[in-house]
């Protein structure tokens, strides 16, 4: 089935990234602004991190403030897929989100949610791909599309948009284990979020959110998103 197809079905599809080489160069970059140093070895550096305490992580997301040029990468790294499903006109997040998961009870997580409502448009779609495999639960779960809405228009009758009907939901959802080179793309009526995990490692992953320049904005507009073309 065509990815967009999929993505009309579910949701979300999942999808080999085209060009690793440029994707690793995000990978190592990332890690190396985390850390302070250049290490090849993920698994080390996810084990290291499991270990790290608030203010360590704090500081390793102002470490990565002085790289920007994480959404270019990731864009680039998955060109033909962003290219049939939005075109070679793009609005694409200034700043690629890198994402951190830790295992344990006591760590923040990702209540369930959907990307609409940061304010990005319907025309939004999201590009989510770890930095490693994931053989633990670090990963995100996804209701699919039919579940998505099911739970949406209770809501809606409710009045509410992601409430606490969504937050007190029982989740039995697991997240997906996806190989290092892996990617899923959503549309931003998806319902994801985490869960508490049990791991010697962290999970680390990168995200980024595109839509077509030709389709408008919403709350979201050119201090969140950027113009880029696709060569
Ligand atoms: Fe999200």
């Known amino acids: 089935m065509k990815l967009q197809q999929q993505i009309n079905t579910k949701g979300y599809a999942i999808f080999p990234i085209e060009n690793m080489k440029l994707f690793e160069k995000?990978?190592?970059s990332v890690t190396c602004k985390i850390f302070n140093k250049r290490e090849k070895n993920i698994n080390l550096l996810r084990r290291k991190m499991a270990k790290m305490s608030n203010i360590d992580i704090n500081k390793s997301m102002i470490n990565l403030l002085s790289f920007s040029e994480g959404s270019e990468l990731m864009i680039n790294s998955c060109q033909n897929i962003v290219?049939?499903?939005?075109?070679?006109?793009?609005f694409i997040q200034r700043r690629a989100n890198t994402i951190f998961n830790l295992p344990g009870k006591e760590q923040r997580r990702q209540w369930p949610h959907y990307e609409m409502m940061s304010g990005i448009s319907p025309f939004t779609y999201v590009i989510w791909a770890p930095?490693?495999?994931l053989?633990?639960?670090?990963?995100?779960?996804?209701?699919?599309?039919k579940e998505s809405y099911k739970i949406m228009k209770k809501e809606y009758l409710k009045g509410?948009?992601?409430g606490p009907y969504i937050l007190k939901m029982k989740n039995k959802k697991k997240p997906m284990k996806l190989?290092?080179?892996e990617a899923i793309v959503f549309d931003p009526f998806i319902l994801h979020g985490n869960i508490a995990f049990e791991s010697e490692f962290a999970r680390i992953a990168c995200s980024i959110r595109f839509q077509s320049a030709k389709k408008p904005l919403m709350q979201r507009n050119t201090d969140f998103l950027k113009y880029f073309k696709i060569n």
């Open 26 to 28: 995000l990978r190592n």
């Open 83 to 90: 290219k049939e499903l939005c075109g070679k006109e793009l």
């Open 131 to 133: 930095f490693h495999d």
């Open 135 to 145: 053989d633990d639960n670090g990963g995100v779960y996804y209701f699919d599309k």
């Open 160 to 162: 509410i948009v992601n």
């Open 179 to 181: 190989k290092f080179g």
